[in-house]
């Protein structure tokens, strides 16, 4: 049974050999630190409200009955609001990415 080559590419065909008359430039690969990433900001920005909540939930836990203590003492509140200003940076900079 002979081969069929009607299907196979045309040789002689003008247009898939490009040649440059000028050498081109190579774009350098942009290199971005670990920390500098915005999965990190995110990461620690949780990270960072998460350890305020576990310390708001231990202070409530001392006295149960008494709620306003959370809220006499200074730290967790406010160390879970920072956490969420990282975090809420972190998704304003994915929103704004220029690609």
């Known amino acids: 049974m002979p081969i069929q080559t009607e299907w196979l590419p045309d040789r002689e065909r003008v247009g898939y050999e490009v040649t ?5 430039a190579a774009r ?3 290199r971005i ?3 500098q990433r915005i ?3 995110e990461r620690i920005g949780s990270l960072v409200f998460w350890g ?3 310390w708001a939930v231990q202070i ?3 006295d149960i009955a008494n709620l306003y203590r959370l809220l006499l003492t200074p730290g967790p509140l ?3 609001a920072i956490g969420v200003l990282i975090w809420l940076h972190a998704k304003w900079r994915r929103s ?3 690609v």
């Open 20 to 24: 440059y008359t000028k050498p081109r």
């Open 28 to 30: 350098s690969i942009e």
């Open 33 to 35: 630190g670990f920390w």
């Open 39 to 41: 999965k990190t900001e």
């Open 52 to 54: 305020g909540v576990c």
């Open 60 to 62: 409530v836990t001392k």
């Open 78 to 80: 406010e160390v879970s």
């Open 96 to 98: 704004v990415r220029v």
